[in-house]
């Protein structure tokens, strides 16, 4: 059974740091290009920074220079590193395996605000 868990929200004021976790089961996941989307309250879900099975990246115009995603595959987890956050990235996180793309996790609130 394909899960996926993540961890690391809260808040945090503008300029901040968070990291987001996701855990990953049931799948090869090294095999699996990984994404990170988020959904804004009143606003689609939104691609914000994947990560292919090789390692390379891809970022929103929104988030680049800002965020970075990573995975460990040892550990089937990917990451993703948010710095200067802003209130605009309040959302609900979530991440998403390539080959799976209906299997979501709770995904994890983050909050941006003083």
């Known amino acids: 059974q394909v899960q996926l868990v993540e961890s690391g929200g809260g808040l945090v004021p503008p300029g901040g740091s968070l990291r987001l976790s996701c855990a990953a089961s049931?799948?090869?996941?090294?095999?699996?290009?990984m994404k990170w989307y988020r959904q804004a309250p009143g606003k689609d879900r939104e691609l914000v920074a994947d990560?292919?099975?090789?390692?390379?990246?891809n970022y929103a115009d929104s988030v680049k220079g800002r965020f970075t995603i990573s995975r460990d595959n040892a550990k089937n987890t990917v990451y993703l590193q948010m710095n200067s956050l802003k209130p605009e990235d309040t959302a609900v996180y979530y991440c998403?395996?390539?080959?799976?793309?209906?299997?979501w996790g709770q995904g994890t609130l983050v909050t941006v605000s003083l």
């Open positions: 049931g799948f090869m996941f090294r095999a699996n290009n």
């Open positions: 990560i292919n099975s090789d390692g390379r990246t």
């Open positions: 998403n395996a390539h080959w799976y793309p209906g299997v």
